[in-house]
């Protein structure tokens, strides 16, 4: 599939999308888009008469990365809310805007652009987003023109300038499943697990200083740990953790019905970050924090009768005087 976006100069944009993992990037180039004039040069673009802007045209297999996963790292990777800017570059082409091709990827666009707004005003950014989202189809005469062979990777080239105007706001886009509709989520379901943007979302700097090469898949389990929950109640829970203190979206635990059955989940994450269990019937167990085991650095942890049994490999490891079934929770913080 193709998608179209822009986010400021294009040679870090183009960039941040290549070293996504998992061999779904089919490729990258850097060209302008959502102009007035056919066949444009850099130096008509840099006048902004031609109302085009620096974009980057990906092809992907969206079998092995998901049009959300490239979504999220466009919001994040950049401020949304410059107008007619990135950083220190001013002008039309250094705007916000995402290109789709059909009306699914409008419709993911225009939802994940409500939540993202909704995700900076809750961290007390309260600036409108400028992002213009518009059809490929709104210009016929095409929308992404090639640009110079010398912008191409740029800043992969020997002796290019490590420059990139991004303003990353550290601001997490939360999962397709907090935004999207039903059906979005059938369609669109992310590749890319949490862990990955724990380890690698987008911060100031971080995409030019940064390997060339696509990023390793589950080089961010390196010295990591595993949340291992068993869920032993006849209720659904939501598995969150702490990002930039606020709890986000990290995975789902269906109702067991038989507690004899329970449901598992295992979930790649690090060492001393917070989690928590959030139940349909408004029962919250934690935070915690994950624990590490010097083998395999997996923590698994038992939901039963909403009192938390953590262990690392064996329930030796918490004695019997940490868990109260009368407050129904671990008097520890650290499992």
Known sequence: QRFVFANGCFWGSEKGIWHLPGGGIYSTAVGYAAGFT???TYEEVVTGETGHAEAVQVVFDPEKISLVDILRWFWEAHDPTQGMSQGQDFGTQYRSGLYYFDDAQRQL?????????????????DRKITTEIRAASDFPEGLFYYAEDYHQQYLAKPGSRPYCSAQPQQVVLPSLERWGSESLQQQFAAKLPEAFWQAYSPRPHSVVQSPHSPIEWRSWLDGSAVLHVVNRRSVGATLEYMSQDQFLHMGELQAAIDPDRPQELFQQTYAGHEFRVAYGDGVVLGPFKVGHSASAGVTTVTVEQRVFLGRLYDTTTIDSGKISSESQSIQKSEL
Not at 109 to 125: N, T, V, W
């Open 38 to 40: 056919p066949n444009p």
């Open 109 to 125: 666009c225009e939802a994940s652009m409500e939540a993202y707004q909704d995700a900076l005003s809750k961290a007390g950014i």
